[in-house]
């Protein structure tokens, strides 16, 4: 099983026996802390969407060759971070390894699938700790504020 099939197969299945019973009931959405879409610029399931690579030049790859799988699967993962209270608790085990399956995937196989996976990771973990750390001061401000 791979790493994607593991991760969603962990926050997809319940363990108690409580939810199992209420599996096939129909469940609120789950809550959304932040928009890990909008924050790293990636939409993959709109049309076009372009390998998240850096070209030699600097810009942003063209490349839309990338599966429809993959392209679902990150989506899906986008939405398991979307998830996620990370202000509160902060870039655990969970979320980095969510980034780096996201970063695969969202890699055009041709061209930087095998070599900037942990170059877009370290990227996006930069991005989403100063997110992380300007929400945490904005709310810092707000509560001296009162």
């Given at each position: ?81 979307s998830s996620e209270d990370i202000i509160a608790n902060g870039l655990g085990d969970r979320i980095k390894n969510c ?48």
């Open positions: 099983m791979n790493r994607l099939k593991v991760l969603l197969f962990i926050t997809i299945h319940p363990t108690s026996e409580e939810t199992k019973d209420q599996r096939h009931i129909k469940m609120p959405p789950p809550t959304t802390f932040w928009d890990p879409r909008l924050l790293l610029d990636c939409y993959p399931l709109r049309e076009n969407f372009k390998c998240t690579g850096t070209t030699k030049k600097g810009a942003r790859c063209g490349q839309t060759f990338i599966e429809n799988k993959s392209k679902s699967d990150s989506d899906r993962v986008l939405s398991i971070l980034l780096r399956i996201l970063a695969e995937l969202t890699l055009c196989p041709r061209w930087h699938r095998g070599s900037q996976i942990n170059t877009v990771y370290l990227k996006w973990f930069r991005t989403i700790n100063s997110f992380i750390t300007e929400e945490r001061s904005r709310s810092s401000i707000r509560a001296g504020g009162k």
